[in-house]
């Protein structure tokens, strides 16, 4: 307690040079908050979107699809086994047909995939039941994206190819019944929703599927012979990918900034123990022992911070529960190539912010202990006289 | 020998041929050589003598900042040289007060804090601090200087502090190396006649080391070193005008 008072008073003493510090450190600790929350962020809205759009709770795969290798896309269709199919049935699934093929608006050719849902799903949260409005013609559902690349627009037909099961083209005619906005790009981009059981006609693929998607949270999902279950932690490890690279940067910029700050700090530890050997010498001779002058310097230095923390906690603080709620707005967001959706709501999560706390705690007082070690060395005799280290 | 006005007649230093040797480069030199004193409580002591003659050398052993190369040295009781870093500081803690020629002030503390310091080290209360401080600024006449700091002191000023500093826990002894070394005459006058009020109305024992002609006057007992031995040891009666 009272080596804690000393500790302050001397920090207080040493003015400006403490608030230096204190005001670099908080700026590494702000920015690893900011940083990572942001991340956290991106990565927790990335994923809830996908999990949403497309991937649910996992997704049964037929045996030969690759999605990496359209080319397997010919052979990747099997009859919906039985399982798979009540599951359908209760809406807990969501078959999907894919079948090559393409897109021909305004008399240009445009390679796409026709995907088959039901319209009645609620698997997912693609807007299917607008597949389910018309008779006559092909109904189409198409993402924003698509819609601006083709230049088609709610309404607009337009010829749809592919080819059957027997390896045969055919062609329709189809009309943009719904065009989606989505974050999430891969149900977006090159891809042309159709109904499930017409695609299945039309393909020459009766009761056949590609992919089954299962509803969000379902547990023991069945072993189903000829189908690879991917779990949900598969299917976005592509997009943690792409996070974890963007993470990889921001890393190395903030422990940049961290290791500026530890310098500063480990610096000025260095200097006070130069500098103050004499005191050092006189607090000895009032009876503190070496171990307990250690102990202040070492707290002297760690206060930095506590100082940091308090600093950053004022001038960040409010800016992070502002952004934490109202999310910001990235230009050209949407050009990170995956599912971020319009505003990016940081995530400055309870966990983040007492992590980064301990982890500035922790290594502030390792490093400030470290110029501290001599002092145990240091012979009060000498540091009276001003001699020595 | 003579002690200060009615008090027991005890050992609080004694040393059994002390010496202290540094190595210095290849050879050794001999700091103190068979230095024996004894100090009695309440007793106004000097130890005097040319620059290089072992006066702080001796003060430091006796304050248990270091340690004899050969001999004993006893202080209040304990053999400084057995004595574990840690035991060492408690019993400077409560018992030894010490006074520098410079650099006696922690730079960032008022002299009020600096006062208290001693105080904060042994755990008193802040009422039980606060009493004894204000009383040890008023003994050295600095009550209205409690919130200056070091470098808002003069000299003088400063030195006062580091008695009241000193004394503030009442201990059975204070050491003061050369503490006027720096000061004027009137203001080593006046260091002095505190001094020795306060060994006077607390019976704390001093010992000083000094080549200052004008405390020579004030001390009871002057003890001569050259080269580290002790040349000549005599009670005084002190000129204190
Ligand atoms: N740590 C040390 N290392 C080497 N030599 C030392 C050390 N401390 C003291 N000495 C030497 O021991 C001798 C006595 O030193 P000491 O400081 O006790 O003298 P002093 O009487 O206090 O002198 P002054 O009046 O200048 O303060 C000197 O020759 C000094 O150089
Ligand atoms: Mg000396």
Redesign the interface.
């Given at each position: 307690m009272?080596i804690l008072?000393?500790a302050i008073?001397?920090l207080?003493?040493?003015g400006i040079r403490t608030w230096l510090n204190a005001v670099a450190l908080s700026f590494a600790f702000v920015a690893i908050i900011f940083g990572q929350g942001m991340l956290q962020g991106m990565n927790k809205q990335v994923e809830d979107a996908s999990t949403a759009f497309e991937f649910g709770g996992g997704q049964y795969w037929q045996n030969s699809y690759d999605p990496y290798d359209p080319l397997t896309l010919e052979d990747a269709h099997a009859p919906l086994p039985p399982v798979l199919d009540s599951l359908a049935t209760a809406g807990k699934a969501a078959p999907i047909l894919v079948v090559a093929g393409s897109m021909y608006p305004q008399g240009r050719l445009k390679p796409v995939l026709l995907k088959g849902i039901s319209p009645v799903q609620k698997v997912i949260a693609l807007p299917t039941a607008a597949l389910g409005d018309t008779t006559e013609e092909l109904p189409l559902l198409i993402g924003s994206r698509t819609a601006a690349s083709t230049g088609l627009a709610l309404g607009d037909q337009v010829t749809v190819q592919w080819r059957d099961a027997d390896g045969a083209f055919d062609a329709r005619d189809g009309r943009v019944v719904e065009i989606m906005h989505t974050s999430v790009g891969t149900v977006d981009i090159g891809q042309v929703w159709v109904p499930f059981a017409t695609l299945q006609k039309l393909a020459g693929m009766e009761g056949e599927a590609t992919i089954v998607t299962v509803a969000k949270g379902m547990r023991n999902t069945p072993v189903v012979e000829g189908w690879n279950f991917r779990t949900p932690g598969y299917l976005l490890s592509d997009l943690r990918q792409v996070v974890q690279a963007k993470s990889v940067g921001q890393t190395v910029m903030f422990s940049v900034l961290f290791l500026l700050a530890m310098l500063a700090i480990f610096d000025t530890q260095v200097l006070s123990v130069f500098r103050r050997r004499?005191?050092i010498?006189?607090?000895?001779?009032?009876?503190?022992?070496?171990?307990?002058v250690i102990v202040l310097f070492t707290l002297e230095g760690a206060l930095h911070s506590v100082l940091a923390v308090m600093l950053g906690t004022l001038y960040a603080g409010p800016l992070f529960i502002y952004l934490n709620r109202n999310g910001f707005t990235i230009p050209g967001m949407d050009t990170f190539g995956y599912a971020l959706g319009d505003k990016l709501y940081p995530a400055y999560t309870a966990g983040l912010i007492l992590g980064t706390t301990v982890l500035v705690f922790v290594v502030t007082t390792f490093v400030s202990w470290l110029p501290t070690r001599r002092i145990a060395k240091l012979n009060?005799?000498d540091a009276?006289?001003?001699r020595g280290t | 020998m003579k002690n200060g006005g009615g008090v027991e007649d005890s050992v609080v230093v004694s040393t059994d041929k002390l010496v202290r040797t540094f190595r210095v480069g290849r050879s050794e030199l001999v700091a103190l050589k068979d230095v024996s004193l004894e100090f009695h409580r309440g007793e106004f002591a000097g130890l005097v003598g040319p620059s290089g003659s072992g006066k702080?050398t001796l003060l430091?052993i006796i304050?248990t900042?270091?340690t004899p190369t050969s001999g004993t040295a006893t202080v209040l009781g304990e053999r400084v040289e057995k004595l574990s870093?840690?035991q060492a500081?408690?019993l400077?803690?409560?018992q030894i007060g010490?006074i520098?020629q410079t650099?006696?002030l922690?730079?960032?503390?008022s002299a009020y804090?600096n006062v208290e310091?001693?105080l904060?080290?042994?755990?008193l209360s802040s009422a039980e601090r606060r009493k004894k401080v204000t009383d040890a600024l008023e003994w050295v006449g600095l009550a209205d200087r409690a919130k200056s700091k070091p470098t808002q002191l003069s000299g003088g000023e400063s030195q006062r502090v580091a008695i009241a500093?000193a004394v503030v826990k009442r201990p059975e002894l204070v050491l003061a190396d050369e503490p006027t070394a720096n000061l004027d005459a009137e203001n080593s006058h006046k260091i002095l006649q505190t001094m020795v009020g306060l060994n006077r109305d607390l019976g704390t024992t001093f010992i000083f080391s000094t080549h200052d002609e004008k405390v020579i006057r004030y001390l009871r007992r002057k003890i001569s070193l050259v080269d580290g031995k002790v040349a000549n040891d005599e009670a005084r009666s002190p000129n204190t005008d």
């Open positions: 009272t008072k000393l008073r001397n207080r003493g040493a004499r005191e010498g006189m607090l000895v001779a009032l009876g503190m022992t070496r171990a307990r009060p005799t009276l006289a001003g | 702080t430091n304050g900042l270091d870093p840690g500081a408690a400077r803690s409560r010490f520098f650099f006696n922690l730079p960032v503390y804090e310091f001693p904060l080290l042994l755990g500093r």
